[in-house]
């Protein structure tokens, strides 16, 4: 896969599901938007645990070291696209194979390397890993919020992407743009 060097238009705002949103890859779903431009958009979910802690991903990688708490992260369900690819976001100004800004101080790496250099300690400081991704094409991103009303968007949030418990990231990512879900009607129409 390849990836441009820079941010693209919707990279670096969060994709929050409304509750009307009933696809189940994205209900209640936080997603970062890494890519979009006239092509389509890519985007990983963060908020969605797969089955899978870092640890288990190192060693079927063939890789050994790492923290307890490296090993111990939860790897993120990223979406329903490439399934078997793996995707860090992380912070740090450290470019590795096959790196795309998607923001000031926030990266997308799909390569080996990112993963050797977090196995020897020497990774960047906040990473999230995610298996799979979430993909659009063209001009179906702008439909499903424009049209569709399935979605809110927010710019990205370093905490919330990194230190917020994953079962909060929906509502905490709502709740950054002043949304409450609990008052919010689980429809959408237009007026």
């Known amino acids: ?36 431009d006239e092509d389509g958009a890519l985007g990983i ?8 802690t870092v640890g288990e991903v190192l060693e079927q990688m063939g890789l050994s070291g790492g923290s307890d708490a490296l090993r111990s992260q939860i790897v993120l369900n990223g979406g329903p696209v490439h399934r078997e690819r793996g995707f860090v976001i992380h912070d740090g100004g450290t470019r590795w194979d096959s790196t795309l800004a998607i ?18 300690g020497e990774g960047p400081e906040h990473a999230v890993i995610a298996l799979g991704c ?23 949030d370093p905490d919330l992407l990194f230190d917020t418990p994953l079962e909060q990231r929906w509502e905490a990512a709502a709740g950054r743009i002043g ?6 009607a689980d429809y959408a129409g237009h007026a």
């Not at 979910?45 to 899978?52: A, D, F, G, L």
């Not at 919020?145 to 399935?150: G, I, W």
């Open 45 to 52: 979910v963060m908020n969605r645990p797969s089955e899978y």
């Open 1 to 36: 896969m390849s990836l441009p060097d820079s941010p693209t238009p919707l990279a670096n705002q969060l994709l929050i599901a409304l509750p009307s949103l009933a696809e189940p890859s994205f209900s209640k779903s936080v997603a970062l938007i890494c890519q979009h």
């Open 103 to 120: 923001g000031d101080d926030l990266w997308l790496t799909t390569s080996r390397e990112i993963l050797e250099a977090m196995a020897r």
């Open 134 to 156: 979430a993909g659009w094409g063209a001009g179906q991103l702008e439909q499903e919020l424009t049209v569709d009303n399935s979605w809110l968007t927010a710019p990205a």
């Open 179 to 184: 949304v409450d879900f609990a008052r919010l």
